[in-house]
Structure formats: structure tokens, C-alpha cells
């Protein structure tokens, strides 16, 4: 029997943090190299869900192949033969399925998404700025058909491979629902089509309910580690120099007890605690039993401060390694097996809707 897939999308973004690092892109990486042998693992770029919300089209293709390094200098088993990595658009019938599908989703249930409402909002509330700003004439922030119809693509991403297993954050909870409904409509109207994923309930159960750790933002320690409020200064790139680290380190917020804690009152300081023991490599209580009760920040702070430079020159320098072209090498080869597999479901889809003759 063909082993069962794991499937899940490697996002391009230029400026990974060590959040992300911890949070996702580790706990990713962990689960392909642990899961490879009993399972396929598809980790793929969903590059054409890039551009559902406006980008830089010029820094596209750069920030795929960066995104994809960083991934390899952080250990993604790319010499694993049963893990495929591959960019979506190279693949056609992520394409095309999506069109034959959008033929059978309701634009009700599409308009009943979270996610494209907060993000509608979003781009509306952006657009507004712009307005009462300067630079209108400039702007392209509608709201796009392509961002309405982001769970039809993310659906042919995964029903294309058989895919049984989807490994991702709370925020999909609802795209992973429909990828469910839109393979049960189809298998009721057309036979048995797809395989249907797993229901959040049971992706939980499989991969365990809180993977990835999260990290906090140095400015504001009860937020997770984010660059949302556009200073950067709470957040840790893993492109950051050991200087630029050390100064966003040693200005973290802490507060006014003044005496070492970890404890829901101490969040800035937890949050060093936690980076510490994580960036070290130590456990949480060793970490606590050296530093709890100090009555000064400064020595904590330096300790991290010099963990995480650490961890970033290593980082740093396993990134200038990174083979290209055994990375290209893995892509070609990955996406020639993948459109094979894509083809014959896509061949499945177009008999039974009738665009094909039956054999
Ligand atoms: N929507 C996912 C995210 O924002 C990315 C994604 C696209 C994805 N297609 C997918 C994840 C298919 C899992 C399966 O994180």
C-alpha cells in the first residue's frame, strides 16, 4: 500500500525571525525527518498563494529560493528520498483543479472565512490610510478575487496528493474544514475522488496539540515574538548581526520587581528565561535554578545575549554553505514526481466532471 501523506506549505518570507525559527520552521523540519519512512512528506512553496495579498513582484523569486536556503540551513532532510519539496507553481494541476473545484464552492461559503475577512479588513483599513495620506494613485490594495479564493487553492494543494495528514496553525483551522467538505461534495456526487484529510480534531491527536514554541516579543513580552507594529525592535531576524542581537537583548522589557522570577507578573523576564534554556540547550529548570532570585537583570540578559549571537553565527554560517545546486537539484526532481502524481488525480477529476472521455 502507498505509505500515507503528510503534506504542508512552506510560506516565502524574507524575514524569519528566531520565533519562527522555534515556533514553526523547527518543529516542521522535526516532524519530516521523524515521519520520512512511514510516511511521504510534501512540503511545498504555495508561491501562487504569494500574491493574494499585494507584493514586491520584483523580490518574488529571490525570496523563494532564500526562504528555501534558510530551510536547508536549518536541517530540512533534502537527501530524504520519501520527503518532496517542490514550488507550487510548477506544478499545473494545483492550477487546474482549483478551477474545476471553484465550479462547486459556494461563494456563501467563501465569504464566511475568517481569514479573508480579517484580511479584507486589513487591506481595506491599509487602502484607507492611503487615502487620507498621500499616495493613492500608486496603490493596488483591493481586496482580490484571488485572496476570496485562497481555500479552493489550498484545497487542490492538498486533495491533489491523496494527502491525509496537514500539519498547520489554529488560523486554518477553517481552510483544512473546507478541504474536507469540498472532497466529501465531490466523492458524493462523483464516486470515490479524493481522499479525505483527517479533521482537525484528528491532525491534532496525531501531531500533538502544541508543537512549536512561543517565543515572546522583547518589547512587548506578552505578545508572541512578531514585526507587526513595523519597528522591529522586538524582534530577532536570523539575519540580524551579533551587535544588532546584543542591543534588542539587553533593552528588552522586563519590569520593576527587580528580582528574577518566572511567573505570569515577569513576563519580559520568563521570556529570557525560556530563550535562554532554548538557545543554550539546557532544560528550563537548570536555567531557573541559576538565575531565579537574582536581584539585578544585567547578568541574565548577557547570557542570552550571548546564546542567541551564538546560535546566529552558527546559523549564519551554515547559510553561506547551503548547496544551490543540490537544492535545485531536489526541487527538479521532487516537482517531476509530484506532477506525475497531481496529473493522475487531476485525470480522475476531469473523467468524472465530464472534460475527459472515460477509459
Ligand atoms: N495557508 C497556509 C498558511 O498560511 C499555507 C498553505 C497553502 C498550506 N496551501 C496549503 C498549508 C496547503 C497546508 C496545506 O499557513
Redesign the pocket.
Known amino acids: 500500500m502507498a505509505k500515507q501523506v503528510i503534506?504542508?506549505?512552506i510560506?516565502a518570507n524574507n524575514d524569519l525571525h528566531i520565533g519562527n525559527y522555534m515556533g514553526a520552521m523547527l518543529p516542521m523540519i522535526d516532524m519530516a525527518t521523524k515521519r520520512a519512512g512511514e510516511y511521504q512528506v510534501n512540503l511545498f512553496v504555495?508561491d501562487l498563494?504569494s500574491f493574494t495579498t499585494p507584493i514586491d513582484h520584483h523580490k518574488l523569486q529571490d525570496a523563494i529560493m532564500n526562504n528555501l536556503r534558510v530551510f536547508v540551513a536549518a536541517g530540512l532532510p533534502i537527501d530524504s528520498p520519501d520527503v518532496h519539496i517542490y514550488r507550487q507553481s510548477y506544478v499545473s494541476a494545483h492550477s487546474e483543479l482549483t478551477v474545476i473545484l471553484d465550479g462547486f464552492t459556494g461563494f456563501g461559503e467563501m465569504s464566511r472565512m475568517t481569514q479573508f475577512k480579517d484580511k479584507a479588513k486589513k487591506l481595506h483599513d491599509d487602502l484607507q490610510e492611503y487615502v487620507d495620506g498621500v499616495d493613492v494613485s500608486k496603490s493596488n490594495k483591493n481586496v482580490s478575487v484571488g485572496l476570496f479564493n485562497y481555500p479552493v487553492l489550498?484545497a487542490s494543494?492538498?486533495l491533489l496528493y491523496g494527502t491525509t495528514y496537514?500539519p498547520?496553525?489554529d488560523d486554518?483551522t477553517q481552510?483544512i474544514e473546507f478541504a474536507r467538505d469540498i472532497a466529501e461534495r465531490m466523492n458524493r456526487l462523483f464516486g470515490e475522488l479524493f481522499v479525505v484529510p483527517k479533521s482537525v480534531k484528528e491532525q491534532h491527536t496525531f501531531f500533538g496539540k502544541d508543537q512549536g514554541l512561543r517565543i515572546k516579543d522583547l518589547v512587548d513580552p506578552t505578545k508572541k515574538m512578531s514585526k507587526s507594529d513595523g519597528s522591529g525592535r522586538g524582534v530577532i531576524f536570523l539575519n540580524d548581526t551579533p551587535e544588532i542581537t546584543r542591543k534588542k537583548i539587553m533593552s528588552a522589557t522586563t519590569d520593576s520587581i527587580g528580582r528574577v522570577g518566572y511567573n505570569t507578573d515577569q513576563p519580559g523576564i520568563s521570556n529570557l528565561l525560556e530563550l535562554l534554556s532554548l538557545f543554550s540547550s539546557r532544560s528550563l529548570a537548570e536555567v531557573r535554578k541559576e538565575f531565579e532570585g537574582q536581584t539585578q537583570y544585567g547578568l541574565l540578559k548577557e547570557a542570552v545575549a550571548d546564546s542567541v549571537a551564538n546560535f546566529l553565527a552558527d546559523f549564519q554560517a551554515n547559510l553561506t554553505k547551503v548547496n544551490d545546486k543540490a537544492l535545485k537539484d531536489k526541487l527538479e526532481t521532487s516537482e517531476k514526481a509530484m506532477n506525475a502524481i497531481a496529473n493522475r488525480t487531476l485525470l480522475k477529476v476531469q473523467q468524472a466532471v465530464g472534460l475527459r472521455p472515460k477509459d
Open positions: 503534506l504542508t506549505g510560506r504555495p498563494h489550498m494543494d492538498i496537514v498547520v496553525g486554518q481552510h
